[in-house]
Antibody, heavy 120, light 106 residues
Framework: EVQLSESGGGLVQPGGSLRLSCAASGFTFSTYPMNWVRQAPGKGLEWVSAISDSGGSTYYTDSVKGRFTISRDNSKNTLYLQMNSLRAEDTAVYYC?????????????WGQGTLVTVSS | DIQMTQSPSTLSASLGDRVAITCRASQSIGKKLAWYQQKPGKAPNLLIYKASSLESGVPSRFSGSGSETEFTLTISSLQPEDFATYYCQQYTSGWTFGQGTKVEIK
């Protein structure tokens, strides 16, 4: 059974940093691209970042470019999101999500989410 | 960037109703479209991919159609567990979600 479990969320002041983790199990992690998707309170879904199966290619939505860094450790079956220079508008539940396959980049499994609150 | 626009934003319906949600893309995306269901406090759940392919384990009352710029998610007979918010997502150029359609009880 595929399982994704996020951790690392919490309360941080504007300008601060946080690192999210997503522990994966139940599938061959190293062969699937992965994503981070966020949802601000009461709002819709927003794709944040993606990383290829090897980690060699990364992608970001414009609003986080230069501030967030996605990475993965395939030996630990773990996905990361390093978030720097956090802003109030980054407040959201952050989900990690797995690609259906390399040729089908819809998201077939999601974690339960971790809440990030940026506030002074 | 490709924009995705869903309509309606809210849909009031009764048990057993046939309902349809529309998603329009700002440019052609072929059939690179997925539909998700999200219930309050839960992660989204994939329903449809490649515009019309039903994800494993999803009830057959859900169906998807369309191509290029106009897509539809249809629920043939609304069940109690279907009251939720639905999102479309394009994945031809990056990933973009529609703003969501809340299906509520009439």
């Amino acid at each position: 059974e595929v399982q994704l479990s996020e951790s690392g969320g919490g309360l941080v002041q504007p300008g601060g940093s946080l690192r999210l983790s997503c522990a994966a199990s139940g599938f061959t992690f190293s062969t699937y691209p992965m994503n981070w998707v966020r949802q601000a309170p009461g709002k819709g879904l927003e794709w944040v970042s993606a990383i290829s199966d090897s980690g060699g290619s990364t992608y970001y939505t414009d609003s986080v470019k230069g501030r967030f860094t996605i990475s993965r450790d395939n030996s630990k079956n773990t996905l990361y999101l390093q978030m720097n220079s956090l802003r109030a508008e980054d407040t959201a539940v952050y989900y990690c999500a797995k690609h259906w396959s390399n040729s089908n980049p819809s998201f077939d499994h999601w974690g339960q989410g971790t809440l990030v609150t940026v506030s002074s | 960037d490709i924009q995705m626009t869903q309509s309606p934003s809210t849909l009031s319906a009764s048990l057993g109703d046939r309902v349809a949600i529309t998603c329009r893309a700002s440019q052609s995306i072929g059939k690179k479209l997925a539909w998700y269901q999200q219930k309050p406090g839960k992660a989204p759940n994939l329903l449809i991919y490649k515009a019309s392919s039903l994800e494993s384990g999803v009830p057959s009352r859900f169906s998807g159609s369309g191509s290029e710029t106009e897509f539809t998610l249809t629920i043939s007979s609304l069940q109690p567990e279907d009251f939720a918010t639905y999102y479309c997502q394009q994945y031809t150029s990056g990933w973009t979600f529609g703003q969501g359609t809340k299906v509520e009880i009439k």
